[in-house]
T-cell receptor
Framework: GAVVSQHPSRVICKSGTSVKIECRSL??????MFWYRQFPKQSLMLMAT?????????EQGVEKDKFLINHASLTLSTLTVTSAHPEDSSFYIC??????????????FGNGTRLTVT | AQKVTQAQTEISVVEKEDVTLDCVYE???????LFWYKQPPSGELVFLIR??????QNEISGRYSWNFQKSTSSFNFTITASQVVDSAVYFC????????????FGTGTKLQVIP
């Protein structure tokens, strides 16, 4: 089945530094990828929709200068948390849909990245 | 606007009991897709099932079954003869048929199966 690889799975960084999270579709092309954030014991909240070759579409309340998204190829999207602060600590999950798939094909999710900012 | 409601925050059952997880959705779209995902403690999301709005047939897959009723906007999930390995958070999700097709998740139901 389709696989989405997300790296790193865990990262600890100091406040003020930037962290990049990668999301790769391994065996399919994904023109659109989605980035979600999940706080402990809460649901997944969509942060932004990443489109290959164009600017990302951010959800209301998400700072685009804080969470930089780049979707440079059909198989890779990156999320950079800039000048991270402890409140950015969370579980970040990316997802992708096979661009050649049927309209009802499911989103395939990465295994998530647990970010801890100290 | 889309909305998914999972009213049950946490459920505990004894192993081998049956359990039903409720999901109610709201959408103005006539074409939409419903999903269930499982999130074990390790964090990854495991796809369980998808259903499109034109297919109201219920589905059974092993110990899992799903009941889709458009009349009540519900897409409930039943686990028969629950096992400890079923312990996880289960998310119901909704995706509209057009646009970028972003997915809206419910708040999740944490299922604990007690041995």
């Amino acid at each position: 089945g389709a696989v989405v690889s997300q790296h790193p799975s865990r990262v600890i960084c100091k406040s003020g530094t930037s962290v990049k999270i990668e999301c790769r579709s391994l065996d399919f092309q994904a023109t659109t990828m989605f980035w979600y954030r999940q706080f402990p014991k809460q649901s997944l909240m969509l942060m932004a929709t990443s489109n290959e070759g164009s600017k990302a579409t951010y959800e209301q309340g998400v700072e685009k200068d804080k969470f930089l998204i780049n979707h440079a190829s059909l198989t890779l999207s990156t999320l950079t948390v800039t000048s991270a602060h402890p409140e950015d600590s969370s579980f970040y999950i990316c997802s992708a849909r096979d661009a050649s798939g049927r309209d009802n094909s499911p989103l395939h999710f990465g295994n998530g990245t647990r970010l801890t900012v100290t | 606007a889309q909305k998914v409601t999972q009213a049950q925050t946490e459920i505990s059952v004894v192993e081998k009991e049956d359990v039903t997880l409720d999901c109610v959705y709201e959408t103005r779209d006539t074409t939409y897709y419903l999903f269930w995902y499982k999130q074990p403690p390790s964090g990854e999301l495991v796809f369980l099932i998808r259903r499109n709005s034109f297919d109201e047939q219920n589905e059974i897959s092993g110990r899992y079954s799903w009941n889709f009723q458009k009349s009540t906007s519900s897409f409930n999930f039943t686990i028969t003869a629950s096992q400890v390995v079923d312990s996880a958070v289960y998310f119901c999700a909704l995706r509209s048929g057009g646009g970028y097709q972003k997915v809206t998740f419910g708040t999740g139901t944490k299922l604990q199966v007690i041995p």
